[in-house]
């Protein structure tokens, strides 16, 4: 450096602004610093690698350490500029520029008018003008830029203090507002202190309070339970010693309290709720107890829906106008379903209800064309319309288009006088394109036409019902396949003609989630690949007796996710894999009915499968004779959620019902029929375990004897339906036993029980006064006048004295 530093030395300014102005400063420090850092083996090639590099991208991007690696870059200078000034000699002074003047000074004179020493003698220096100017300026600046640093440390200095003390000055407002807010909250905890204190105490005494009046409920209730229970094995105990109690009054019929306590505890707003649950002619015997029943039978909400299909054999002309006129300001729902006394009159007092919506006129013998017009010129604002069973013809569906603009829901079915004309007077008129549902069930005069007609117009149909229709073909439902594409529950039993194609195009509009098809025999797996595909809303299907079905369509349908019921019974092909498919589906999760009822070849393994179905609560196995009692019955009973069961010819025993009951005691409707195996026993320990059973078919057992009836009334009182058909040793007393506890049964089957007497229905008319349905068919024991008299508290009752057919199987 210093040999370097010496050699330009000696040089014009002009070479040294040329280095300068070249950046030769600026190269060598960028070529010393990569050589100190970078160290490389060669230095000479990479000094001339680095100068190759400079002369394709030029100088205008130079730094300091360009020539280094990024990961080895110094963060200060390696070389300072005082270094290479005095390298390349390019300091101020000798910069400055050599002037001749022609004056002779003597030697030794300063540079400023002083003396120099080393001055040649032939050349003295003398500073211009210009220098004096920057020279001063220079001074002056120095002095403006001392001046200004000193007055910004100044300003600094006030500033920062400035901040120190506002930040000091926060922090002491923060600190007071939080001593304020912790002297509050010391106020506030010690007032919250106090009132849960208080509260605590209020709660200590209302939970005393009411763990009393829960005591006291609780016993009053077991008392009552205890007294039942032993006025019920008193009764029994009478009964089995023969002693006589046809004039006693049965336990639990009541009380002897004879107050009003309806109106007087419950008000008004319940006691019209439970006024509800009537029908009309309860309601008119109601309004007879007293003043106050007949304000409550008389409220306006009890009588904006009327339904007189209940007492359809009483109900006159003279009854229906007299209420019509009472009620038909908020009268909304109407139904004369089966009154066939009616006549003109009351169809005239139907038309002043102006406010009426839902109105069902099915199996009116009385409604004809005019009658019709009359009603709809009236009530101009149906929404649902039944008109099934009536004799009405094409100007009664011109009628409808004509006057009813607001229906949604029409029913024909059955409905014989109409055409294909008919339909398209509906079809053209303004209730078209609302109408949502039509049933055309056993309309078999339509014609391929007809549909046709009716596609073209009721574009927004999305329920179809075409049950017992025999003569629909593909024609016809290809017809409302390609215009009704919103149709998403569709109802086609016993229509054998249709093919795959139909169900393919129906599969096609994605919408379909309930579709019920009976009786098919060329319904293939074809079609329930394609609903499966398509239709994942599918959530009803019922599919019942189509032979062709395989366990290929319970996988194709596997995957739908929102299936709930799946109705496949008389399908003999299906076998265990199909169920497992089913299971091991999407739908696992969703399913809550299952029926396999005939599925021959459904075994145990099927049964292990169904398990997987945690949420279903309806199953039926129906004579499928490959599930066995231990590996099948009892993994039943692993079903928590499943309510009603049906196991009818099943291999079922005294050991498989036990551990049916044992596993699930929350079963309500159980159907046992023809399982011959089962005695008093099994039927003992079941229905000790599953005393909430209200519906029970015990038909056909026949091992079954007055004993087992006797368990059953004393463990399930809450009985509402019991089949007994086909038990030949069912005597009197097992009704007498049923009469005296089971107070809420309704339906009651008898039939082929040929030891009871006309002594058992006198116990009934004693004491199941709910008993609706009777059927007493092969009861040889019962006479004919005694019938006769039971159909006056009963209004269903069939009896027969007929010989015992040949299928009950007594000898």
Known sequence: MATMAASMKGQTPELKRYLRSNKLPDIYEALLTGLAVMCPGDPLQFI????????????????????????????????????????????????????????????????????????????????????????????????????????????????KKKQAMEKKMNRAALHHAHRILRVHLNVWRDWLRYRKGCQAMAYHKLKRIYFVSVGIVLFREWRAVAKRNKDQREYFERLERGENVDDEETFGQGDGDAQDKLSGQLGIELAVKVFSFLDIADLARCACVCRSWKVIAYHSSLWNRLDFSKVRNRVTDTVTTKLLSKCRPYLIHLSMRGCSQLHSSTFMAVSECRNLQDLNLSECKGLDDESLKLVVKGCKIILYLNLSHTHITDASLRTISKYCHNVQFLSLGYCKKFSDRGLQYLSAGKCSKKLEYLDLSGCLQITPDGFKSLSHGCTMLQTLILNEFPTLNDDCMI????????????????????????????????????????????????????????????????????????????????????????????????????VQNLAEGSCAGSLRELNLTNCIRVGDMAMFNIRKFKNMVYLSVCFCEHISEKSGIELLGQLHALVSLDISGCNCSDEGLSSLGKYNNHLRDVTLSECADITDLGLQKFTQQCKDIERLDLSHCKLLTDGAIKNLAFCCRYLTSLNLAGCKLITNLSIQYLSGVCHHLHTLDISGCIIITDKALKYLRKGCKKLKYLTMLYCKGITKHAAMKMMRHVPALKYSDDEIPIYYGYK
Not at 69 to 87: V, Y
Not at 553 to 572: H, M, P, Q, R, W
């Open 479 to 578: 017809a409302i396949a390609a215009k009704c594409t919103k149709i998403h529950t569709l109802s086609i039993l016993g229509s054998p003609l249709l093919t795959d194609e139909t169900f393919k195009r129906l599969a096609n509009n994605r919408h379909l989630r309930k579709l019920r098809v009976e009786g098919n025999q060329r319904m293939s797996d074809l079609s329930l690949k394609a609903i499966g595909k398509n239709c994942t809303d599918l959530e009803h299907l019922y599919l019942a007796d189509c032979q062709r079905l395989t366990d290929v369509s319970l996988k194709a349908i596997a995957n739908c996710t929102k299936l709930v019921v799946c109705n496949i019974a008389d399908v003999v092909q299906i076998t265990n894999t199909g």
């Open 48 to 159: 001339l690698d680095k100068l190759r590099c400079l002369k394709e991208n030029g100088i205008d991007e130079l730094n300091w350490d360009m020539f280094v690696e990024e990961h080895m870059r110094p963060p200060n200078k390696i070389i300072t500029e005082s270094n290479l000034d005095f390298i390349f000699n390019l300091d101020d002074e000798s910069m400055i520029d050599y002037i001749d003047i022609p004056v002779n000074i003597q030697r030794g004179q300063g540079y400023f008018g002083g003396r120099f020493e080393g001055i040649t003698k032939n050349r003295t220096i003398w500073p211009t003008p210009e220098m004096y100017a920057t020279a001063y300026g220079h001074y002056n600046m120095s002095l403006k830029n001392m001046c200004f640093s000193a007055w910004m440390q100044y300003y600094l200095h006030k500033k």
